[in-house]
């Protein structure tokens, strides 16, 4: 099976503008997360997608949004960026949604924010 | 909300030596704890779980001991190679399995041929 697929892997924002990345799972996987990844931090999660729905978010700002289509693919936004929000964004996918089964990470997209 | 220390951040060993990282979580409730290990550029990779029901579980070079009483678990790895270079996170998650991960802030391991 393919794994997991990040597009863009690189991006190049100003501050004050939007993004959106998108996730596709291994196939068949149902569950999608997305964490940022900075020096120090490591990896904090933001959300996770279910069957479409929202199971789970973490403790950032609303301007960071997602959803989940019917094909279990995934797209995260964040409005309004600040320069804070370089980091890196994983998403990952699992088969059956349960976070104490394997999480399978994409490679990333790599956002700067100037 | 579960809360995961790492230690150390850094590590350096020499080839062939035993590298360990110790990891710390402060809910009791959680009872599986997986090591994800990251090459640089790379996506993270799950390397090696525990359940606590289990104290210790190895694969090959590779061993991970949990000790419930004190909340903390730790990853060995023996006879170390300049490929184990890596950073190596853990983490933690209660029963429910619809918690989400909550990981350490990572261990850098470099291994010097």
């Known amino acids: 099976k393919a794994g997991v697929t990040q597009t863009p892997r690189y991006l190049i924002k100003t501050r004050g503008q939007q993004v959106t990345l998108s996730c596709s799972p291994i196939?068949?996987?149902?569950?999608v997360s997305w964490y940022q990844q900075t020096p120090g931090q490591g990896l904090q999660f933001l959300f996770e997608?279910?069957?479409?729905?929202?199971?789970n978010k973490g403790n950032f700002p609303g301007r960071f949004s997602g959803r989940q289509f019917s094909n279990s693919r995934s797209e995260m936004n964040v409005s309004t960026l600040e320069l804070g929000d370089s980091a890196l964004y994983l998403c990952a996918s699992s088969s059956t949604g349960g976070f104490q089964e394997t999480q399978y990470f994409g490679p990333g997209t790599r956002l700067l924010v100037l | 909300g579960e809360n995961v220390e790492q230690h150390p951040s850094t590590l350096s060993v020499q080839e062939g030596d035993s590298a360990v990282i110790k990891c710390t979580y402060s809910d009791s409730a959680s009872n599986y704890f997986p090591w994800y290990k990251q090459e640089l550029g790379k996506r993270p990779q799950l390397i090696i779980d525990?359940?606590?029901?289990?104290g210790e579980k190895k694969d090959q070079r590779i061993a991970v001991t949990l000790n419930k009483t004190a909340k903390h678990f730790s990853l060995h790895i023996t006879e170390t190679q300049p490929e184990d270079s890596a950073v190596y996170f853990c983490?933690?998650?209660?029963?429910?399995?619809?918690?989400?991960?909550?990981f350490g802030k990572g261990t850098r391991l470099s291994v010097i041929a």
């Open positions: 196939s068949g996987h149902r569950s």
């Open positions: 997608y279910f069957s479409e729905t929202q199971r």
């Open positions: 983490a933690a998650t209660p029963p429910s399995g619809n918690t989400p991960l909550v």
């Open positions: 525990i359940r606590s029901n289990v």
